[in-house]
């Protein structure tokens, strides 16, 4: 059974679309228009218990689409730092137009970080299926942010989820 509480579509996030020119890698091909929803998708989840210093409040990691590119929002990188990075950076993408995006709790078990103790799951929805990556966000005694160049370590590659008709 699918429970998307928090995934709604929403006007215009500020980011600019395409850096899909220089991603070496993306999730599938564009759909055709007639297979878009026409407005960037926004999905946010909370972590509580990172480290410090950011273990008194939940942090809150937000995704979106914009032009079809996926974004995840970081707010714990350091002011003058790039927080929005762009999903296309995880390996095993192909570059396609995401449709929709959410986020929630990850398995940590499934992230590339050693001793991962808080992860995100992020799913994205293409014309051609859905396609997932867990990201580790902490690990025992630290933070894990979203490096803000080259490929995104963090993150476990794309891969396609079981394909059937819920």
Do not use: H
């Amino acid at each position: 059974m699918w429970a998307v509480a928090t995934t709604v579509a929403c006007g215009a996030v500020g980011l600019s679309g395409s850096m899909a020119a220089d991603a070496d890698t993306a999730m599938t091909k564009a759909a055709p228009a007639g297979q878009q929803d026409g407005e960037p998708w926004l999905d946010t989840y909370g972590v509580a218990g990172l480290p410090a210093p950011f273990a008194l409040n939940p942090v809150v990691f937000t995704v979106t689409t914009n032009g079809g590119v996926p974004w995840v929002y970081d707010p714990r990188e350091p002011s003058g730092q790039p927080r929005w990075q762009n999903l296309r950076r995880v390996p095993g993408s192909q570059g396609g137009n995401v449709i929709n995006i959410s986020v929630a709790q990850g398995d940590n078990s499934l992230s590339p970080v050693v001793g991962t103790t808080q992860s995100l799951k992020i799913t994205a929805r293409t014309g051609s299926g859905l396609f997932s990556t867990t990201c580790g966000i902490a690990a025992v005694g630290m933070n894990t942010v979203f490096p803000t160049a080259g490929s995104l370590t963090n993150c476990s590659a794309w891969a396609a989820m079981p394909s059937s008709t819920p």
